[in-house]
């Protein structure tokens, strides 16, 4: 199955807001408000940054938000910073195929 | 602390099997939908499987059906994938994940990741 679609980059200053989209389909990103974003730094695990669409985890920096409208998720990442440069995945459940979970092809951040 | 720790991987040739651990601590463990995500080195993240917390639920994704087998043990805390037929296409980083929402995805908390080459 086809991943969820990314942009390949986005990059911006340091203090500079930002939002990476997520585009799925009415079967997976428009169906259900099970949407998460992985933060990846190279060469290590991901990390959970939002779920359920908007939900922060425990300990992540309130500059990440996530929000979706329709088809399309976003995360927004206000004041940017040099650590936050990292890939960035989203992720939503789907019934595209019975019961899964489906991955965005992933956006590379870069903190110019 | 959560913590996850796969262990299993390593070289094997087209055709052959192969079986991950995934041993858990810090948690209920079976509490808890578990999954396997994969990752070619330089690539995206490529969900696997899931097993719910009792262990009577799980899916695959498409291109494993059949040839991947999730299970887990509660009792010794740890989640295995047992990978038969295995590809060259198979080769990846396997990552194991806790599920905080009903096996929906929302995965906090990861292993470090254990390395599967498929090669002749």
């Known amino acids: 199955q086809s991943a969820l679609t990314q942009p390949a980059s986005v990059s911006g200053s340091p203090g500079q807001w930002i939002t990476i989209s997520c585009t799925g389909t009415?079967?997976?990103?428009?169906?259900?408000?099970?949407v998460s974003w992985f933060q990846q730094h190279p060469g290590k695990a991901p990390k959970l940054m939002i779920y359920e669409v908007s939900n922060r985890p425990s300990g992540v920096s309130d500059r990440f938000s996530g929000s979706k409208s329709g088809n399309t998720a976003s995360l927004a990442i206000s004041g940017l910073q040099p650590e936050d440069e990292a890939d960035y995945y989203c992720s939503s459940y789907t019934h595209r195929s019975i019961n899964t979970v489906i991955f965005g092809g992933g956006t590379k951040v870069t903190v110019l | 602390e959560v913590q996850l720790v796969e262990s299993g991987g390593g070289l094997v040739h087209p055709g052959g099997s192969l079986r991950l651990s995934c041993a858990a601590s810090?948690?209920?463990?079976?509490?808890?939908?578990m999954h396997w995500v994969r990752q070619v080195p330089g690539m995206g993240l490529v969900w696997v499987s899931r097993?719910?917390?009792?262990?009577?639920?799980?899916n695959y994704a498409d291109s494993v059906k059949g040839r991947f087998t999730i299970s887990r043990d509660n009792a010794k805390n740890t989640m295995y994938l047992q990978m038969n037929s295995l590809r060259p296409e198979d080769t990846a980083v396997y990552y194991c994940?806790?599920?905080?929402?009903?096996?929906?995805?929302?995965?906090?908390?990861w292993g470090q990741g254990t390395l599967v080459t498929v090669s002749s």
């Open positions: 994940a806790r599920d905080v929402v009903l096996g929906s995805g929302s995965l906090d908390g």
């Open positions: 097993i719910r917390g009792d262990g009577a639920d799980s």
């Open positions: 009415s079967s997976d990103v428009g169906a259900y408000n099970y």
């Open positions: 810090g948690l209920t463990f079976s509490n808890y939908w």
